[in-house]
């Protein structure tokens, strides 16, 4: 037997002692159905049969690498020391750590902020803020320096490979938020200057459509 299962497994075991003294003659199981039945009762899956199986075992998948990249404190503290800066992240934090309903300070927001703020999107969490939209939940930048740091590594880094914009936008979406960010992300990739030396176009005139009579 090439690839035995479970139950072969069991009786080619039992009689490997004797082996060369006997000879293995199969009998159609048609015709003699009382044979049949033994290859098919399965015998219970118990850890003294040699042909055991574990069920509860995890299935090993080989890991061919794993990368991590981790965001240091430092950034952490900038965005947090940015919030202080900014007056509706200020007055947004503000509501949250008190967690009051105060309706004039809400007001005070801008539009854009007060409506996620009274959709109940903003989160606070170890002095970070977090916009939520349907299944994920991302940081609130505010910082133009932290914003560019962003789109610095999901598009001009080296490991960005300057992705278009709605390849840019797909993996900013998971990582940060900030009002009008799409169209802050369209407005920087088009003016990367790499990007545009790089789909230059051709300057060919488009060809001319001539009307055709006939006759």
Not at 41 to 57: E, H, I, L, Q, R
Not at 110 to 115: E, G, L, N
Request: charged share 25%; net charge neutral; with cysteine.
């Amino acid at each position: 037997m090439n690839t035995p299962n479970r139950h072969m497994l069991r009786w080619q075991i039992a009689i490997q002692e004797y082996r060369g003294n006997m000879t293995i003659v199969h009998k159609d199981g048609n015709i003699r159905k009382n044979s049949d039945c033994f290859s098919r009762w399965a015998s219970p899956n118990k850890p003294d049969d040699p042909a055991y199986v574990p069920t509860s075992a995890e299935p090993q998948i080989p890991i061919e690498g794993i990368n991590i990249t981790d965001v240091g404190t430092e950034f952490f503290e900038e965005v947090r020391e940015s919030y202080k800066q900014d007056t509706n992240c200020h007055i947004v934090t503000a509501l949250l750590e008190k967690d009051c309903k105060d309706a004039s300070l809400a007001n005070s927001l801008d539009d854009i902020w007060k409506k996620s703020y009274e959709n109940g999107r903003f989160h606070l969490f170890d002095g970070i803020l977090y916009h939520r939209s349907n299944h994920t939940c991302v940081m609130v930048l505010c910082s133009r320096m932290l914003i560019n740091t962003i789109l610095l590594e999901f598009h001009d880094n080296i490991y960005s490979g300057h992705l278009y914009e709605d390849r840019t936008m797909e993996r900013i979406k998971t990582c940060a938020w900030w009002p009008c960010w799409r169209k802050y992300v369209i407005e920087y990739c088009h003016s990367c200057d790499r990007c545009q030396k790089a789909n230059k176009s051709p300057g060919k005139r488009f060809g001319l459509m001539i009307h055709f009579v006939s006759l």
